[in-house]
Nanobody, 128 residues
Framework: QVQLVESGGGSVQAGGSLRLSCAASGYSSSGRYMGWFRQAPGKAREGVAM????????YYDDSVEGRFTISQNNLKNTMYLHMNSLKPEDSAMYYC?????????????????????WGGGTLVNISS
């Protein structure tokens, strides 16, 4: 059974940096993609970044392009989200997600229906 566990959230001032981690276990070697979503209070969950684990291709939402970097360490079965130049509007619960598919597309960041497994989340709070 796939398990995803996020860590690394916290409180920082605007302009600061954080690195989120997602430890994954129980997944098969089939084609898959992984990503990060976030959800602020009273708002819908939105896709932030994703990585096609086979090719290493990455995609980002426009709101984080150039500030966030998604990466993976296959030896450690861990995915990361490096977040720089943080803004108060980046404050949210951040979720790790995984899906099995031979396809990988930016469009998958557009909806939760494209994802099969979710972690429990890690909270990020950015103060101005």
């Amino acid at each position: 059974q796939v398990q995803l566990v996020e860590s690394g959230g916290g409180s920082v001032q605007a302009g600061g940096s954080l690195r989120l981690s997602c430890a994954a276990s129980g997944y098969s070697s089939s084609g898959r993609y992984m990503g990060w979503f976030r959800q602020a209070p009273g708002k819908a969950r939105e896709g932030v970044a994703m990585i096609c684990t086979g090719s290493g291709t990455t995609y980002y939402d426009d709101s984080v392009e150039g500030r966030f970097t998604i990466s993976q360490n296959n030896l450690k079965n861990t995915m990361y989200l490096h977040m720089n130049s943080l803004k108060p509007e980046d404050s949210a619960m951040y979720y790790c997600a995984l899906a099995y598919s031979q396809y990988c597309s930016l469009s998958f960041l557009g909806g939760m229906q494209y994802w099969d497994y979710w972690g429990g989340g890690t909270l990020v709070n950015i103060s101005s």
